[in-house]
């Protein structure tokens, strides 16, 4: 494995202070295209844009259809929307560095991006049905036309998984 991801399990990304005030699902939506049911964030905890990083929480809906069929018995929620929520929050931390600022406004809309590549992903342990998701993720690399950015989930305290991915910006 590349040691620039071996360090993704050493320790948390996001070290700073939380935000006084979390920045709530409607300022996420704010920022990004998702929406329900692939808005896998439902708020930020922390900003840190000198360190290029943020921290944010989802909690994983029993109710959610995917653990009709992931697994019966056994449900685990897939590693896929695992990476998905640390890309979403990747994307929030571009938009907040690039704009300077810890907060969103009545005005904000989300910039056109897309995934173009999954460097690294690991999962390490299990999420299931009503884990919060304590997602942490860091900008490594942003150029004009695309950026690089990483994340870790951690569930009670335990890292659960990590990736790497880079983004193309559309505008």
Same mark, same amino acid.
């Given at each position: /494995?590349?040691?620039?991801?071996?360090?993704?399990?050493?320790?948390?990304?996001?070290?700073?202070? *939380?935000?006084?005030?979390? !920045?709530?699902?409607?300022?996420? /939506?704010? #920022?990004?295209? $998702?929406?329900?049911? /692939? @808005?896998?964030?439902?708020? #930020?905890?922390?900003?840190? %844009?000198?360190?290029?990083?943020? =921290? &944010?929480?989802?909690?994983?809906?029993?109710?959610?259809? !995917?653990? +009709?069929? $992931?697994?019966?018995?056994? *449900?685990?929620?897939? &590693?896929?929307?695992? +990476?998905? +929520?640390?890309?979403?929050?990747? @994307?929030?931390?571009?938009?907040?560095?690039?704009?300077?600022?810890?907060?969103?406004?009545?005005?904000?809309?989300?910039?056109?991006? =897309?995934?173009?590549? !999954?460097?690294?992903?690991?999962? @390490?342990?299990?999420?299931?049905?009503?884990?919060?998701?304590?997602?942490?993720?860091? %900008? %490594?690399?942003?150029?004009? !036309?695309?950026?690089?950015? +990483? &994340?870790? #989930?951690?569930?009670?305290?335990? %890292?659960?998984?990590?990736?790497?991915?880079?983004?193309?910006?559309?505008?």
């Amino acid at each position: /494995m590349d040691k620039r991801w071996r360090k993704l399990e050493r320790k948390p990304l996001f070290q700073s202070e *939380p935000l006084g005030e979390p !920045i709530s699902r409607d300022g996420l /939506m704010r #920022i990004l295209p $998702h929406r329900d049911p /692939m @808005l896998l964030l439902d708020r #930020i905890t922390g900003i840190d %844009l000198e360190g290029q990083t943020a =921290r &944010g929480e989802y909690v994983v809906d029993p109710e959610d259809p !995917i653990f +009709a069929g $992931h697994f019966p018995g056994l *449900p685990i929620y897939p &590693g896929v929307l695992q +990476a998905e +929520a640390i890309g979403q929050l990747g @994307l929030c931390v571009e938009w907040f560095v690039r704009n300077q600022r810890t907060t969103t406004q009545a005005d904000d809309s989300p910039s056109p991006r =897309r995934v173009t590549r !999954i460097h690294h992903a690991r999962f @390490l342990g299990p999420v299931q049905p009503g884990d919060t998701m304590e997602i942490h993720a860091s %900008l %490594l690399e942003v150029d004009v !036309i695309a950026g690089t950015a +990483a &994340g870790q #989930i951690y569930v009670d305290g335990s %890292l659960r998984s990590v990736a790497a991915f880079e983004v193309y910006f559309d505008d």
